[in-house]
């Protein structure tokens, strides 16, 4: 078992020992025996940010035969449709940039066991494949953007077709209503990590959560990961490192949020273990009416170590429409990362323009805060976001929890590069109980002074759901990029013109 292990099953000891006395409240799902779905009603439901709703769950059973026999499985066959259109493209001259289209079309199928004295059992198939006449050829699969979830790059690079069979989910779970323990392959949602289902297969984690309640409308969580598992990858990989020993940077943690100044090599020359533990603890209360108070911490030793304080409160008027106002504040501390990385920033190139303390140092934070108006019956909102990230290091965030999510990210951005500020304005309607539109707009200043970041640009995202049954969902995207390519870099001349158009079209099936 890898250094700091024990630590985690301590606190998923401690945790377990509280929960037994613990207040009982909070939102953690009890265990309890399911409520027959009526005829019109699916078995779950996909909520906007895709992420899956149960409405039926398989029933407390009084045997181990029952508990394999009176499971449920849980369908779904989906497809996406992936086109990227580049304003400006280089490919011919060496760069990266090349007009690029994929298509996955595959599902997934879930089996959940009975609960046998709070015990149960998750397993979950997910798969996808290219169709050969909407994908990127074996040789031109480098400049896939955002389809390049459907299928392998390291599979078709070292020779593998274009499709992903994987175990999506595999955990055994104790539920007694107040603790809540998973151990195995799992979904993570918080402020660091999140399952990120937006394309055809979720990003997983190996290793041990546990959730208690600990007063009323108040719960505690705390989890260790061994490993990670990608959107784009059939094998898990370590939760950082990016390149393996080979130097393949397919094959081991290539999350466009990830730091590929942390690499394989990088850590070996430094005499660092290039295997790392991701320890992650959260609490969240809504004791106080109206608020919602999150604090979150995240540790990967030796690397890098998270504090996030959240909070979100309701202001209801008379007339139906609810304020909320929001802030984030986001602090990242070096645990030894920046020594590794050296003088590079996210991109693992030259850290050109940033304070000289980035060459031996992760240090930095970031402040974010919004304000919504929704609606009367939830029909839709508006938002205004803002986000401004410290002129110190790049924050580290390759688990798909975005830092400036919820707050100013817009799809396929990557905001938070050191001394980036973002402004946002964003409409949602439901024009009917089948059809939701999403409108968009962000404003992205990076550091014109910092050669190794992107342009600034503005942001257009259209989005609409609708609903054919409620079974059956057509999702839509429109994105529009304008990059500013006439900013002096530090050195001199312009920055990259990464002005781009993209188009999205979903399907899902739920049975």
Do not use: C
């Not at 660091?192 to 937006?198: G, L, Q």
């Not at 020993?245 to 094959?251: M, V």
């Not at 090599?265 to 992650?280: R, Y």
């Not at 919504?372 to 688990?399: E, H, T």
Request: charged share 25%; aromatic share 12%.
């Amino acid at each position: 078992m890898k250094r700091n292990t024990t630590i985690i099953i301590g606190m998923a000891t401690a945790v377990l020992l509280m929960g037994t006395s613990a207040i009982a409240g909070g939102d953690i799902i009890p265990v309890e025996p399911a409520v027959k779905a009526k005829a019109d009603k699916p078995k779950r439901q996909t909520k906007g940010n895709m992420t899956v709703k149960y409405n039926v769950l398989p029933e407390n059973v009084e045997s181990l035969g029952d508990m394999f026999s009176e499971g449920i499985f849980y369908g779904r066959i989906r497809s996406n449709v992936f086109y990227w259109d580049w304003g400006d493209e280089d490919y011919e001259t060496g760069g990266k940039r090349k007009d690029n289209k994929n298509m996955g079309l595959g599902g997934s199928l879930i089996y959940k066991s009975g609960v046998l004295n709070g015990i149960s059992m998750t397993l979950g198939y997910y798969g996808t494949f290219t169709p050969a006449f909407f994908r990127m050829d074996a040789d031109e699969v480098q400049y896939s953007k955002a389809g390049k979830d459907t299928f392998s790059r390291y599979k078709v690079k070292t020779g593998g077709g274009y499709e992903i069979h994987t175990l999506g989910q595999g955990y055994l779970e104790y539920n007694n209503g107040t603790v809540d323990v998973k151990a195995g392959r799992q979904f993570s949602e918080s402020v660091f990590t999140a399952s990120n289902d937006t394309k055809m297969i979720p990003n997983t984690f190996d290793g041990i959560s546990a959730s208690v309640k600990i007063a009323l409308k108040t719960k505690a969580r705390v989890a260790w990961f061994g490993k990670q598992k990608l959107r784009d990858h059939e094998n898990a990989h370590d939760v950082v490192t990016f390149k393996d020993a080979a130097g393949e940077s397919w094959n081991n943690n290539d999350d466009s949020g990830g730091h590929k100044g942390l690499s394989y090599a990088n850590f070996v020359a430094a005499g660092e273990d290039p295997n790392h533990d991701l320890f992650l603890a959260d609490l969240q209360t809504k004791y106080i009416k109206n608020l919602n108070f999150r604090l979150s911490a995240l540790s990967v030793p030796g690397v890098v170590k998270d504090i996030v304080a959240e909070a979100h409160y309701r202001i209801p008027f008379e007339n139906g429409w609810t304020l909320r106002p929001g802030t984030r504040y986001f602090y990242q501390m070096d645990d030894g990362g920046g020594a590794v990385a050296g003088y590079t920033n996210l991109t693992g190139k030259a850290a050109t323009g940033y304070v000289a303390g980035v060459a031996n140092s992760l240090d930095s934070s970031l402040f974010a805060a919004r304000v919504d108006l929704q609606m009367p019956k939830k029909k839709g909102f508006f938002r205004l976001g803002y986000s401004k990230v410290a002129d110190k290091a790049d924050i580290v965030a390759p688990w798909r929890g975005f830092p400036t999510g919820g707050f100013t990210r817009a799809m396929a951005q990557y905001n938070w590069y050191a001394n980036t500020e973002t402004f946002m304005a964003r409409a949602v309607y439901k024009f009917t109980p089948d059809f939701k539109l999403s409108l968009r707009y962000a404003v992205q200043d990076f550091d014109d002074a910092k050669d190794n970041v992107q342009a600034d640009s503005t942001i257009w995202h259209l989005d609409t759901w609708y609903n054919f049954t409620d079974r059956l969902q057509m999702k839509t995207r429109i994105g529009i990029v304008q990059a500013d390519n006439d900013i002096a870099k530090s050195l001199g001349g312009t920055k990259a013109d990464v002005s781009y158009n993209e188009y999205r079209l979903e399907f899902n099936y739920l049975f």
